[in-house]
């Protein structure tokens, strides 16, 4: 019974990819392909600097172009601090339809100890929106401030025209 059911798709498929085949591909290098739907891409990197004595900071802000909404499919981080520490809360921050919402972010501990520090990261697939004209930016909290700590967070996605 299986040989009945390869049998025939020999005979129908060998036909069939050799019609296909025959058909001549007619591109002109005349007439290039109009692409209409193309994204804008965007990578932005946010950076925070937490000296002896603060445990909060804010990294600098990126503004949404006017006539453009973001859309962001990608956030990764990176924090370093002293041995005991932790990130408390981290948060991208954005604005859709009049709403300012905080997006929390999970920092996962990588290494701890020797040169680096304390060190955490964080990769997460989203999709997060910013509205045209309004600012983006991370807020960085750990849980105590003893000694320095940096933050650099990168965010990835693309522009698309908003009416």
């Known amino acids: 019974m299986s040989m009945s059911v390869i049998a025939r798709v020999i005979v129908l498929g060998v036909p069939l990819m050799l019609a ?3 058909v001549p591909a007619h ?3 005349s007439v290039p392909v109009k692409v209409v739907n193309a994204k804008d891409a965007i990578q932005v990197l ?4 937490l000296a002896d ?3 909060f900071a804010q990294t600098g802000t990126f503004t949404v172009p006017v006539g453009k909404r973001l859309v962001i499919e990608h956030l990764s981080g990176l924090a370093r601090m002293q041995e005991q520490q932790r990130p408390a809360e981290v948060a991208l921050t954005t604005t859709v339809n009049s709403v300012f919402a905080p997006h ?3 920092l996962i501990e990588q290494s701890s100890g020797g040169t680096t520090g304390h060190t955490f990261v964080a990769n997460h697939g989203v999709q997060i929106y910013g ?3 309004t600012t983006v930016r991370f ?3 750990r849980n105590t401030s003893t000694g320095d700590a940096l933050f ?4 990835s996605g693309y522009l698309v025209t908003f009416p």
């Open 20 to 22: 296909v085949a025959a």
């Open 27 to 29: 591109a002109q290098a």
């Open 46 to 49: 946010f950076t925070a600097t």
């Open 53 to 55: 004595g603060d445990s």
């Open 104 to 106: 929390p972010l999970l």
């Open 131 to 133: 509205d045209p004209g």
């Open 139 to 141: 807020n960085f909290l």
């Open 152 to 155: 650099f967070a990168t965010l």
